[in-house]
């Protein structure tokens, strides 16, 4: 079911959603019986009880690529645009708080996709990786981020978006999207 980060005052904030995830964050993911909260414990949950399509490559050299920029993306950007952070700088510093912070993590993501990439970040098989990229970029786009200093992200992102799967998955075409913000 979605939840509306800032209706209601944060839906996320409701009893029954922090019975999913007592942290108070999207993502949660009820499944198997379980419910399991963070995106990447339940990238890598889906990836050893669903592994087709695979999201992590055999070799393990691209293997620990992958989890290195996943990792950069969802602990090293991502974080620091989250509403609760955004909350504290301050409703006058909120846009050039979150620029800051993307283009901080883009100015290194940049210099490691160009030794990574093929197609998509790490090689030419969509990875955990891509699936971490997707949204920041989407991100990035709404904090009217400037991503000409960013060709390879930019290429793999667009490269991303020709997929069914990240086109339908896109923050602009979700059922809780507002009418201004959808594509």
Same mark, same amino acid.
């Given at each position: 079911?979605? =939840? ?7 839906? #996320?904030?409701?009893e029954e959603f922090q019975a999913l995830n007592p942290m108070?964050?999207? !993502? ?7 419910? =399991?909260?963070?995106?990447?414990a339940i990238i890598e949950y889906l990836e050893e009880t669903?592994?087709?399509? !695979?999201?992590?490559?055999?070799? !393990? @050299? ?10 950069? &993306?969802? $602990?090293? &950007?991502?974080?620091? #645009?989250?509403?609760?952070?955004? @909350? ?7 846009? !050039?708080? $979150?620029? @800051?912070? =993307? ?15 093929? @197609? ?17 970029? $989407?991100? /990035? ?20 978006? /020709? ?10 075409? #979700? ?7 959808? /594509?």
């Amino acid at each position: 079911m979605p =939840i509306h980060l800032t209706k209601d005052g944060g839906q #996320q904030f409701s009893e029954e959603f922090q019975a999913l995830n007592p942290m108070k964050q999207v !993502p949660a993911l009820k499944i198997d019986g379980i419910t =399991i909260g963070q995106s990447l414990a339940i990238i890598e949950y889906l990836e050893e009880t669903r592994p087709t399509p !695979p999201l992590l490559p055999q070799d !393990p @050299k691209k293997r620990a690529s992958v989890r290195m920029i996943s990792d950069l &993306i969802t $602990a090293g &950007i991502q974080p620091l #645009q989250n509403l609760s952070v955004l @909350k504290e700088v301050g409703q006058e510093n909120q846009l !050039p708080w $979150a620029q @800051k912070a =993307i283009i901080s993590g883009f100015d290194a993501l940049e210099r490691i996709l160009q030794s990574t990439a093929g @197609k998509y970040c790490v090689g030419d098989q969509v990875s955990m990786a891509d699936l971490c990229l997707a949204p920041q970029v $989407a991100n /990035a786009e709404r904090f009217k981020v400037d991503l000409t200093p960013y060709p390879t992200i930019s290429r793999i992102n667009k490269t991303l978006l /020709a997929l069914e799967a990240f086109r339908v998955s896109h923050p602009c075409r #979700q059922p809780d999207t507002p009418a201004e913000l959808r /594509a």
